[in-house]
């Protein structure tokens, strides 16, 4: 059975912090986001884990975290992936996908102040967020991609 396993680590969220996690993690299905309302600016991952049951799916999430030097974990967040995905399926507001600046980087080949000169002339959409740094929108990461290629 899968469980997804929401881990919140005493790290800040920053463009460095979401590419280490989601490097030390690679082997694992991942998604790096904010710890949520009490903590907006710390980092949290969520990993989807194979395990016979809950507590299983801790440890081996605990263990996953341990070795890819996220920090601190102050919080756990476990439910099977068939709960997750309903939950997910609760509209809860309309935030588009978001890349950081070092992934918008790396899927566009420009560089990260390129990336925040175009966000400042309004040819890529994104924002920068206090503490965080700057986000994009996939969508608009999309749009340019499909526009350079052709």
Do not use: C, W
């Amino acid at each position: 059975m899968d469980f997804n396993v929401t881990l919140g680590t005493s790290q800040e969220i920053t463009d460095e912090t979401i590419d280490h996690a989601m490097d030390a993690l690679a082997a694992a299905s991942v998604t790096v986001h904010s710890v949520g309302d009490h903590a907006p600016d710390r980092l949290a991952v969520t990993i989807t884990v194979p395990a016979r049951d809950l507590t299983s799916a801790i440890r081996i999430a605990l263990a996953m975290a341990d070795g890819a030097e996220l920090g601190t974990i102050t919080s756990v967040e476990a439910m099977t992936t068939v709960e997750f995905d309903q939950a997910a399926e609760t509209p809860r507001s309309s935030i588009p996908d978001l890349y950081s600046l070092s992934q918008a980087s790396a899927v566009l080949g420009k560089s990260r102040p390129t990336l925040q000169r175009l966000v400042g002339a309004g040819d890529l959409d994104g924002v920068q967020v206090e503490g965080v740094g700057f986000v994009v929108t996939k969508a608009s990461v999309d749009e340019l991609a499909r526009t350079a290629s052709n």
